[in-house]
Nanobody, 123 residues
Framework: QVHLVESGGRLVQAGGSLRLSCVVS????????TAWFRQAPGKERNFVAS????????RYADFVKGRFTISFDNDLNTVYLQMNSLEPEDTAVYYC????????????????WGQGTQVTVSS
């Protein structure tokens, strides 16, 4: 019911910024919350940020508060993750996800996943 396509990942130096985009395509009029997760090689997939599709309520992992901002453009059906002050520890594949819920922050609760986009932060 939902197709998610991420873009924007690339190589950046520590302290730099990136904006990731996730185009959300739905086949019905159902409402979904969306979120960003990330996964480094050999590690589990971790929650980064989420936004409710109804009302725009946001939630962030502690390690990105003050640096990352999640937002959405309803006209473009696109969820963004603005990442500032990037650190080497932020290096990972970033995935967008969607769920039929008011909010999404657990990987097991995600119903749909994008293919991911690689973010590499060099030191």
């Amino acid at each position: 019911q939902v197709h998610l396509v991420e873009s924007g990942g690339r190589l950046v130096q520590a302290g730099g910024s990136l904006r990731l985009s996730c185009v959300v395509s739905t086949h019905t009029n159902s409402r979904y919350s969306t979120a960003w997760f990330r996964q480094a090689p050999g590690k589990e997939r971790n929650f980064v940020a989420s936004i409710s599709w109804i009302g725009g309520t946001t939630r962030y992992a502690d390690f990105v508060k003050g640096r990352f901002t999640i937002s959405f453009d309803n006209d473009l059906n696109t969820v963004y993750l603005q990442m500032n002050s990037l650190e080497p520890e932020d290096t990972a594949v970033y995935y967008c996800a969607a769920a039929r819920a008011l909010t999404l922050f657990r990987t097991d609760d995600a119903n749909f996943w994008g293919q991911g986009t690689q973010v590499t932060v060099s030191s």
